[in-house]
């Protein structure tokens, strides 16, 4: 990993703050707004994407999708917080896995729950 | 001089042994230092050898034994622990090495247990960094290096639990602790040709262990035989105060009453596409055994599991949950000294994920695990090829390992809800490596799991193959 390319990462313009502040700002709202998309969706059950302690079980390659708005707004947030540590190849390699997290979620939001469905934890006081 | 046949030797040979006195206890660890020593490092599989507080601990024994003072069918017994068990008398690395000068001035509960029992802890074993939590896609992802299967070395061992699965198969250790959050314990059983119990969540306290995922993670058994994570896993099992998940399950082995329901044959599920475009000689090896199956059993193929996005779920927990364990070490940049590329990065994607969406996946998992009780209500139990290929070559990433295989697996799913499996050997593949059959059972049922592996054991002789190590 070069100094050089740290430094390209890291060199952040003001306009570019901006931008990445008011983008940080419009997430929060963007999983609300897709979770409500998905209301009528049917629960479906995906090939596994990931299983993250032990390797993943041959699974067919899915064909590569342009990155989403929210995606790439996501990559933005990661560039904030992390850009100044990772080369340009890293931050694009985060920005992928981002993408990947993004399109997850949407897995997540198409099974549908009901209000009393709680999480499957318990808070003792 | 001991001979293979004593370090190969089931708990149940060493142990009644060791209780005639017909073996030492203080030979038997030497013997097993020895390996360690010589074969550990080619194989990847170890990072610390103990020999002190070991030959420490066997002396004990050996008093012990001699006075007649037998503490149960572990006493005497060498074993290892993945290193990621706390121990007060070594470091403990995570198999990071931004942890490798970590230590602990206490044991784990599991750790306490074993030597409770009489066992001697000779070695921690390797493990993929972190338990593999940063997304790695190589096998070189480890303090130590890549774990090698026994069988081929220029084949990987398997994780997270590289070392335990290669020490074991090896003969390095008599038995080992390994640890799954999603995979961890199946995979490298299957990839060393060992027996690997994956307990039902919150059967055995991880208090002491690395966490990663506190809502996935489980402590197990990996042995030589079915029989022998049976015995591992009566010690280690039960309530802990100081896990406040683990629950006042004891599990007794051998079992105090038969465990099969007398008046009809067990219900076997086959899951659907999980060997049809698996390897041939996995495919092959699986059709194998479910003749043996059917031959006592009520094999039903094609078994859908319940229809929910289980790698969705499963992958998001473990991002949260490891990005909040780990987030001191991701913000600080430390994870810069990880092993492999993509262990240095994946932490700040997991960083990223909504709150909303941890929250979701942990409110799927409640109708998830009453599905999966309702098709336990139907089956037993659920089988399928451990792994749909043999152990990967070293020198491929994971993605490129095998191309052209694709199978469903229930290891994700069965994490997601908790509930036990255990993989025993069933054949060899490609390059003379081992494959493996995955039995998985409801919540609670490791004593029928055992009862069938055994089973499957005796009329069968995979797990006595041994590695050709020389």
């Known amino acids: 990993m070069s100094k050089q390319s740290r430094a390209r990462v890291s060199t952040v313009d003001p306009a570019r703050r901006r931008f990445t502040k008011a983008v940080a700002s419009a997430i929060a709202a963007a999983p609300l707004v897709a979770a409500g998309i998905a209301d009528g969706a049917h629960a479906q059950t995906p090939p596994a994407t990931k299983e993250p302690a032990a390797p993943p079980n ?27 540590r990772l080369t340009a190849d890293e931050l694009t390699r985060v920005r992928r896995s981002v993408a990947g997290k993004v399109a997850r979620g949407d897995a997540l939001r198409n099974a549908k729950l009901q209000n009393g469905d709680e999480p499957d934890f318990i808070f003792n006081a | 001089m001991l001979t293979d046949d ?21 030979e038997l660890t ?28 066997a002396r004990t024994a050996e008093r012990e034994l001699k006075q007649g003072r037998a503490r149960g069918p572990l006493h005497g017994i060498p074993f290892g622990v993945k290193d990621l068990l706390a121990t007060h008398d070594a470091p403990t690395t995570w198999g ?39 997304g790695y896609s190589h096998a070189e992802a480890s303090l ?25 198969a090896a003969a390095l250790v008599a038995f080992a602790i390994g640890s799954e959050t999603s995979g961890s314990i199946i995979t490298p059983a299957a990839f060393c040709g060992v027996s690997g119990l994956r307990p039902t969540y919150g059967r055995v306290s991880r208090h002491g262990a690395m966490a990663l995922a506190w809502t996935l993670d489980k402590l197990g058994p990996m042995c030589r035989s079915a029989a022998d994570c049976g015995y591992v896993l009566a010690a280690i099992a039960g309530y802990d105060a100081l896990d406040p998940t683990s629950h006042n399950r004891p599990f007794r082995y051998p079992p105090p009453v038969p465990v099969r329901p007398p008046r009809r044959k067990l219900r076997v599920a086959v899951l659907k596409d999980s060997f049809e475009k698996a390897q041939k000689e996995v495919r092959d090896n699986f059709l194998a055994s479910l003749e043996w199956l059917k031959q006592t059993t009520q094999v039903t193929m094609d078994v859908k ?23 001191d070490l991701i913000e600080s940049g430390r994870v810069k000294d990880l092993a492999v590329p993509e262990d240095r990065i994946g932490g700040y994607a997991m960083m990223l994920v909504p709150a909303v969406d941890y929250i979701h996946a942990m409110r799927l998992r409640a109708p998830m695990r009453r599905a999966w009780a309702d098709m336990f209500k139907q089956y037993d139990l659920l089988v399928a090829p451990s792994r749909a290929t043999v152990a990967n070559p070293l020198n491929k990433s994971f993605g490129e390992a095998w191309p052209g295989v694709s199978a ?32 998985v059972g409801p919540a609670w049922s490791e004593d029928l799991l ?20 020389a």
């Not at chain 2, 090698?148 to 070392?163: E, I």
């Not at chain 2, 697996?409 to 069965?414: D, E, K, L, M």
């Open chain 2, 30 to 57: 030497e013997g097993y230092l020895a390996r360690l020593e010589k074969f550990g490092p080619r194989l990847g599989a170890v990072v610390t050898v103990m020999r002190e507080s070991a030959l420490r601990e």
């Open chain 2, 6 to 26: 004593i370090f190969f030797a089931s708990i149940a040979e060493l142990g009644a042994q060791l209780r005639a006195r017909k073996l030492s206890p203080v």
């Open chain 2, 144 to 168: 130590t290096g890549a774990g090698r299967t026994p069988w081929n070395t220029d084949y990987w061992s398997g994780g997270s639990s590289s070392g335990p699965g290669a020490a074991v």
């Open chain 2, 305 to 327: 599991l319940p229809d929910f996005p289980y790698g969705a779920v499963v992958g998001t927990i473990v991002d949260a949950e490891g990005a909040s364990a780990f987030r």
């Open chain 1, 58 to 84: 041959p699974q067919p390659t899915p064909t590569p999708q342009p990155p989403s708005p929210v995606a790439e707004a996501y990559g933005e947030v990661a560039r904030a917080r992390f850009g100044e």
């Open chain 2, 408 to 439: 469903a697996s229930p290891i994700g799913a069965a994490n997601a809800v908790g509930v036990p499996a255990i993989s025993v050997p069933n054949g060899f593949g490609v390059e003379g490596l081992p494959t493996g059959l995955q039995l």
């Open chain 2, 96 to 134: 990071a090495t931004p942890y490798k000068d970590q230590r602990f001035d206490y044991d784990a509960t599991v750790v306490k247990r074993l030597r409770d029992a009489g066992a001697i802890l000779v070695a921690k074993l390797a493990m993929v960094e972190l338990a593999g939590g940063m």
């Open chain 2, 450 to 469: 055992v009862d069938v592996a055994v089973r499957y054991q005796q009329a069968t002789d995979w797990h006595k193959r041994r590695p050709p190590l």
